[in-house]
Nanobody
Framework: QVQLVESGGGLVQAGGSLRLSCSAS????????IGWFRQAPGKEREFVSG????????YYADSVKGRFTISRSNAQTTVYLQMNSLKPEDTAVYYC?????????????????WGQGTQVTVSS
């Protein structure tokens, strides 16, 4: 089992920043990749970013490239999503998810474990 807990969401004005955290515990081989996804009301869940625990390699959706940065703690217990230059269209519930794959995949079905989500609201 893998447990994931997100934190750091909140309300911010457009152009502002937030840093989300995803604390992971449990079987390390089941969380080779941590991904961030988001879901806005009435919209499908979409991939935001992903990171490989061991190599630290990262991948971003085009919509957040250059504005968001994903990173991990040295102890490999926490993954961060630094979000800068936030836009109203970034408003969503953000989820972190864990995959046993060594490939950063962008489909939610490739991830086995999910956190409860944290709300991010960007006002215009």
């Amino acid at each position: 089992q893998v447990q994931l807990v997100e934190s750091g969401g909140g309300l911010v004005q457009a152009g502002g920043s937030l840093r989300l955290s995803c604390s992971a515990s449990g079987r390390t081989f089941s969380r080779n990749v941590i991904g961030w996804f988001r879901q806005a009301p009435g919209k499908e869940r979409e991939f935001v970013s992903g990171i490989r625990w061991s190599a630290g390699s990262t991948y971003y959706a085009d919509s957040v490239k250059g504005r968001f940065t994903i990173s991990r703690s040295n102890a490999q217990t926490t993954v961060y999503l630094q979000m800068n230059s936030l836009k109203p269209e970034d408003t969503a519930v953000y989820y972190c998810a864990a995959s046993s794959s060594y490939i950063i995949r962008t489909t939610g079905t490739s991830y086995d474990y999910w956190g409860q989500g944290t709300q991010v609201t960007v006002s215009s």
